[in-house]
């Protein structure tokens, strides 16, 4: 069973910057260099919506309100995922999740339909 476990969340004021990381281990059939990785998260109240994707060929994809402030990397000789964050903004407060997945079914990148495994996520708070 495939685990992702974030870190990196914290409590900051609007302009500051972030990493967030997320290790995954647990890998059956397929090896990490081989998921599609992203970063979703969710504000109170509010559906959990997809910030940014790393496929396993490199290609990104963001959010269009990220874009240009987020920097998704991953590193799979650590099998680690990053996602630096810039200018952070209030209204990018949320829990972060990275989730991952294998066969390419259920949606674009960015759509929570098509990952198969999450992590607890790790908790964004940007004060004003």
């Known amino acids: 069973q495939v685990q992702l476990v974030e870190s990196g969340g914290d409590s900051v004021q609007a302009g500051g910057s972030l990493t967030l990381s997320c290790v995954a281990s647990g890998f059956m059939h397929h090896t990490y260099n081989t998921y599609c990785m992203a970063w979703f998260r969710q504000a109170p109240g509010k559906a959990r919506e997809g910030v940014a994707a790393?496929?396993?060929?490199?290609?990104?994809s963001y959010a269009d309100s990220v874009k240009g402030r987020f920097n998704i990397s991953r590193d799979n000789s650590k099998n680690t995922l990053y996602l630096e964050i810039h200018n952070l903004k209030p209204e990018d407060t949320g829990m972060y999740y990275c989730?991952?997945?294998?066969w390419g079914t259920g949606g674009t990148v960015l759509e929570r339909a098509r990952y198969n495994f999450w992590g607890q996520g790790t908790q964004v708070t940007v004060s004003p």
């Open positions: 790393i496929e396993s060929v490199g290609r990104t």
């Open positions: 989730a991952a997945d294998a």
